[in-house]
């Protein structure tokens, strides 16, 4: 039998980080759905996979009508959708840092047909602490009287995730029952991609200069944890990977442990 070696250390550098992507990636290459704005037809997601590595595949973040938190008072929760008086909530939001967000849905029930009167959807990112300052990202409602329903938002350019500022869902509208209809949210989706980081100014290993081809993916790797190079301050991009240096990768870059 033939036996499998990598060529070099570059090459599983590469592997290891599944790709490159590049900061500020167009909409249609950040996990935009091909569906117009604004549609009620339910998509397809049944081709996203629900891994959370990697630079290739939109990962959704389910935000479930539970982790919501009313704004008003006589709130009443039932299984699957939420709805009150005042019909005002929120929802942190938490994703991996540099995370580019491209899309936001919304699942509710609306048998309200008045104009305007909907359940309403919106992504916020807030900066600063003392004078808090919000920042409307996207937008999306429910639609007309139809019941239970589906809607979402392309965010175009995606949105990249800063966690030095914070982030929530909130929701209006779900007032329950009402002299017109009943409006309840039933949750809402975040879709997003990771990324690469950007490349630093200076090098990490002595081998491996700013000019490097691979200089970015090897010093996401260096930050990561997922590698210290070979010695001596070097990383040794041309060397032999072997079998057990390649498991010293892996599970590094997988955070595997032994079980409790």
Known sequence: ????????RVVAAGFLVLGVASRGLPAQDAGKPAASEESTV???????QKRTYG??????QQVPSAAFQPLGSNFDQSFSYVSDQTGDFFAPLSLPN???????DVYYFDSDPGPGQDVVLSLQEVTGTDLPVINVIA???????????????SISPPLQIDNNHRYL?????????GASGKRA??????????????A??????????????????IEALAASGITGGCGGGNFCPNQTVTRGEMAAFLARALGLHWPY
């Open 1 to 8: 039998m033939r036996k499998f070696t990598l060529p070099s």
């Open 42 to 48: 339910r998509l397809d997601n049944e081709g996203f």
């Open 55 to 60: 630079t290739a595949d939109t990962i959704i």
């Open 98 to 104: 540099g995370a580019l967000v491209s899309f936001l």
């Open 139 to 153: 937008n999306v409602s429910s639609s007309g009287s139809g019941g239970y329903g589906y809607n979402f938002h």
């Open 169 to 177: 869902i909130f929701a209006s509208g779900a007032t329950g029952d």
């Open 185 to 198: 949210l039933g949750g809402a989706n975040v879709w997003y991609r990771l990324q690469m980081s950007p």
């Open 200 to 217: 630093p100014l200076t090098a990490t290993f002595a081998d491996v200069p700013t000019s490097h081809s691979y200089f970015r993916a």
